[in-house]
Structures are given as C-alpha cells and as structure tokens.
Nanobody, 121 residues
C-alpha cells in the first residue's frame, strides 16, 4: 500500500515562507507526475504546482514566481517551497502522486491527507 504524507504546514505572517514536504512510502517502483493542490474554505480544490518525472514544472498563475515545486526521487519526496505568502494562500494543501507499484503495475492515483497553511497577521 502506498501512502503520501504531507508536512510543513502552519501559521505564517504575510510575506513569510513555508516549505511543504510530501513523503511517499510503501511499495513504489516509480512516481510519475506529482502535484500540489489546495482547497480554501468554500472553494473548489485547485492545482497549485506540478512536476513530471523528468523535472518539468508547471504553476498556477496565482503562485508563479513565489512557489517552487521540486522532487527528490531517491527520497521519494516532493517539496513545495512557498515564499512571499499572501492571505489568499490560506488553504489545506494536498499532494498527489501518480504511482506505479511495480514495473508492470498500472499507474494509480494517490493523495495525501492534507496540511493546513494559514497566512495571517
């Protein structure tokens, strides 16, 4: 069984920084696409950042230039460095992984449980 566990959320003032981590564990042959999503109260879940197995990245317009997604394939961990945080970045952040458990397994979607990020003065 594959698990994704996020950490690093918390309370930060506007303009501050946080680094989220998403550690994958279990039977993992490869992690293909990895993404960070967020969901604010009363809003739909939205894609924040994505990274391919080759390291190509994509960002929501609202976070470009402030957030950076990265991955450590050896540690099976995906990161989201968040700088210049704004009030509107407040949300629960979820990581997603497109995982293959063995070389012949189909690709399966996995989600973390979420970590709260609160930006407040």
């Amino acid at each position: 069984q594959v698990q994704l566990v996020e950490s690093g959320g918390g309370l930060v003032q506007p303009g501050g920084s946080l680094r989220l981590s998403c550690a994958a564990s279990g039977s993992i042959f490869s992690i293909n696409a990895a993404r960070w999503y967020r969901q604010a109260p009363g809003k739909e879940r939205e894609l924040v950042a994505a990274i391919t197995s080759g390291g190509s990245t994509n960002y929501a317009d609202s976070v470009k230039g402030r957030f950076t997604i990265s991955r450590d394939n050896t540690e099976k961990t995906v990161y989201l460095q968040m700088n210049s945080l704004k009030l509107e970045d407040t949300a629960v952040y979820y990581c997603y992984g497109d995982v293959r458990s063995t070389w012949r397994s189909p690709r399966t979607d996995y989600w973390g449980q979420g970590t709260q990020v609160t930006v407040s003065s």
